[in-house]
């Protein structure tokens, strides 16, 4: 016997805002039943675990243990631009002049995550 990951959780002060700030990020909807206010709110991948925001009372206050890494269907910049737009700020640049690396990046409440370069920058490079 085994287990299977049913949601990866994360804790926050605001479940609902934090997950639809994730659902933009991800293009996908919140669970239906979900509304602002809820203590939990959930975003709805198409296969896997559930993104699973839980509401606590306590702010983030050090670096993330475990973060998500994006990998974009555009380019790495025009993700990074599109992110930063939607509340996202930049923690980290780690990309570097022969394209390869990353950006780290922090939604609103402070949560770093990755974002790669696209499929098709990786085979051009």
Same mark, same amino acid.
């Not at 675990?49 to 555009?74: D, G, M, S, W, Y």
């Not at 930049?90 to 409440?109: I, Q, S, T």
């Given at each position: 016997?085994? !287990?299977? =990951?049913?949601?990866? +959780?994360?804790? /926050? ?8 700030? #994730? ?9 239906? %039943? ?23 009372? %306590? ?9 998500? /890494?994006?990998?974009? %269907?555009? !380019?790495? %910049? ?13 923690? +980290? ?8 690396? #990353? ?10 995550? /990755? =974002?790669?370069? !696209?499929? +098709? ?5």
């Amino acid at each position: 016997m085994v !287990s299977v =990951v049913q949601n990866v +959780a994360i804790d /926050c002060v605001d479940a609902y805002r934090l997950a639809r700030f #994730w659902s933009e990020v991800l293009g996908r909807p919140l669970h239906p %039943e979900d509304e602002p206010g809820d203590p939990e709110t959930d975003v709805m991948l198409p296969e896997g675990p559930l993104l699973h925001f839980n509401q606590v009372p %306590e702010p983030k206050t050090a670096k993330n243990r475990i973060h998500l /890494c994006l990998r974009p %269907e555009t !380019s790495r %910049e025009e993700e990074v631009a599109r992110l930063l737009g939607l509340g996202a700020t930049l923690v +980290a640049d780690r990309r570097k002049d022969d394209g390869a690396g #990353w950006a780290v990046l922090a939604d609103p409440e402070g949560n770093e995550f /990755c =974002v790669l370069r !696209s499929a +098709a920058e990786r085979a051009d490079g």
